[in-house]
């Protein structure tokens, strides 16, 4: 049997980063419409909720030379590190408007 590790963060309404034993990846949309972009690709899940009725596609990131597979993870990273300073804007910002209430 092998072991399995998955953790998903909440890091604004629609935006989650997903951890795993192999990477990470970062989702944004919420019931019904979906993206999940991580170094592998892209996918899109659109869905019915309460149906059980969904439709996904996968886009894979061309294979290619063995520069752009050093610079995907970086890109990745990027993305992330984007929403997070993004959400701790906008946390700053709540913060700011609640305390001058």
């Known amino acids: 049997m092998a072991f399995r590790f998955r953790r998903v963060l909440s890091l604004l309404p629609g935006v989650r980063l997903n951890l795993g034993k192999k ?3 970062v989702s944004v949309g919420a019931k019904g419409l979906t ?3 991580s170094k592998h690709g892209v996918r899109k899940t659109v869905n019915v909720p309460g149906t059980g009725l969904s439709y996904s596609s996968y886009h894979k990131n ?3 030379g063995e520069t752009k597979k050093e610079i995907r993870p970086v890109v990745l990273y ?3 590190f984007a929403i997070l300073v993004i959400a ?3 946390l700053a910002l709540i913060i700011m408007l ?3 209430s």
């Open 23 to 25: 990477g990470a990846s």
């Open 35 to 37: 993206a999940n972009i």
């Open 62 to 64: 061309p294979e290619s």
């Open 78 to 80: 990027g993305v992330i």
């Open 88 to 90: 701790s804007g906008i």
């Open 98 to 100: 609640a305390s001058n």
